[in-house]
């Protein structure tokens, strides 16, 4: 706790820490005191109707679910979907050997250069069909 705090909760030392103040600056500080207590009451008074509102709509929802034939046990059953599984990896369509390295694709997403350029070059994506796929 600071020292500021710990003279303001001490009855004596906060005494003595204002005994220089006059009475005019005492009623001052007392007034600001006040205030800040009022607006302390009011956030507390405000948070205690958000809640009761809250508890409220609670209580309703509880009383439907009852009156459905339900109990809170019941949600318990209810899962959620299960996340969808991942799709199989496609197979390679097209294929192309450059320097002794063989270089397949799916035909989707961006064309590797290699195929690009023999594409550029007169060649067909045909040519580099894998037996079989079509």
Do not use: C
């Amino acid at each position: 706790m600071s020292d500021f705090l710990e003279i303001l909760t001490h009855g004596r030392r906060f005494k003595a820490a204002v005994k220089e103040l006059s009475l005019d600056e005492l009623r001052e500080l007392s007034t600001k005191l006040e205030k800040i207590i009022t607006e302390r009451e009011e956030d507390e008074k405000a948070e205690l109707e958000a809640n009761a509102e809250r508890n409220a709509r609670i209580a309703e929802i509880l009383a439907q679910i009852e009156n459905s034939g339900l109990s809170i046990e019941d949600l318990g059953e209810v899962t959620a979907k299960p996340a969808p599984k991942k799709r199989a990896p496609r197979p390679a369509k097209y294929q192309i050997e450059v320097d002794g390295e063989l270089i397949q694709w799916t035909g989707q997403g961006r064309m590797p250069t290699v195929f690009k350029n023999q594409v550029d070059n007169g060649k067909t994506m045909e040519d580099f069909l894998i037996p079989g796929m079509e």
